[in-house]
């Protein structure tokens, strides 16, 4: 099995209600190229309809987790990747952070936290 990382792709939405997508019309944009100043959510969306959308809301202090991670699977040989979704944020000196990670193989999520 072939990996394809574009399963999932992002999309972020701002307070004033715009919105920058990681592919459109004028091609693919850069996780850099979104002002996290504005950002009010982080969304990992599906072209596949039967695959569920994944969004985050992040407050003015978090700052944004979003990745993908290849695996392979030994057992059954294949290729695949992991999207992962969050927010990490320094409060009082320590490091809190929240990920989503989203396994489209079986349209699944889980969560981890890092409560400082």
């Known amino acids: 099995m072939e990996c394809n990382p574009v399963l999932y792709s992002w999309v972020a939405v701002y307070n004033n209600g715009s919105s920058l997508s990681e592919f459109d019309g004028n091609g693919r944009h850069l996780f850099k190229e979104i002002d996290q100043d504005k950002l009010d959510q982080l969304s990992w969306a599906s072209s596949d309809p039967t695959k569920t959308t994944y969004t985050v809301h992040i407050a003015p ?6 990745f993908r991670r290849h695996h392979f ?3 059954t040989g294949e290729d695949y ?11 009082d000196g320590r490091n ?3 990920i989503l990670f ?6 699944t999520a889980r969560i981890t936290e890092n409560l400082g």
């Open 81 to 91: 990747v992991l999207y992962a979704l969050g927010w990490q944020a320094t409060i």
């Open 73 to 75: 699977n030994e057992r």
């Open 61 to 66: 202090w978090q700052r944004v987790i979003l």
């Open 96 to 98: 809190y952070k929240s």
């Open 102 to 107: 989203i396994d489209p193989q079986t349209n």
